[in-house]
Nanobody, 120 residues
Framework: VQLQASGGGWVQAGGSLRLSCTSSDRTFRNYAIGWFRQASGKEREIVAGIAYDGLSAYYSDSVKGRFTISRDNAKNAVFLDMDSLKLEDTAIYYC??????????????WGRGTLVTVSS
C-alpha cells in the first residue's frame, strides 16, 4: 500500500497542526496505521497508532494528552491532530501501515515524511 503524509509545517510552541496520511489503495482500511517521527540526531520513534478498524489507539507517553489519532476509512485517511506543540516535537513525521491489525515497531509500508518545525 502506498502512503502519502502531509500537513507538516512551521508552528509556534503551543500551537496546533493536523497531519494527514492518505492512500489511493482500496486496501488501506485493512491496515493499522502508525505515526512515527525522527528528530535530528535521534532514532525514529513511534508517536501514535490506530488499529485497522479505529477501535483502539496507542500514544507514546511524550504525546499522550496532546495528540489525537483518528481515521476515516471512507476517505482512506488517518489524521494526527497535534495540540500544545513543544519544541521537542520538531521532527520529520512518517506514517506507516501494518497488516497485522495493530501497529508494531516495524510496519511493512512507509510513506515519505513531512517536516514539523516548532519554534519558540
Amino acid at each position: 500500500v502506498q502512503l502519502q503524509a502531509s500537513g507538516g509545517g512551521w508552528v509556534q510552541a503551543g500551537g496546533s497542526l493536523r497531519l494527514s496520511c492518505t492512500s489511493s489503495d482500496r486496501t488501506f482500511r485493512n491496515y493499522a496505521i502508525g505515526w512515527f517521527r525522527q528528530a535530528s540526531g535521534k532514532e525514529r520513534e513511534i508517536v501514535a497508532g490506530i488499529a485497522y478498524d479505529g477501535l483502539s489507539a496507542y500514544y507514546s507517553d511524550s504525546v499522550k494528552g496532546r495528540f489525537t489519532i483518528s481515521r476515516d476509512n471512507a476517505k482512506n485517511a488517518v489524521f494526527l491532530d497535534m495540540d500544545s506543540l513543544k519544541l521537542e516535537d520538531t521532527a520529520i513525521y512518517y506514517c506507516a501501515a501494518d497488516p497485522r491489525g495493530v501497529v508494531h515497531r516495524y510496519p511493512d509500508y512507509w510513506g515519505r515524511g513531512t517536516l514539523v518545525t516548532v519554534s519558540s
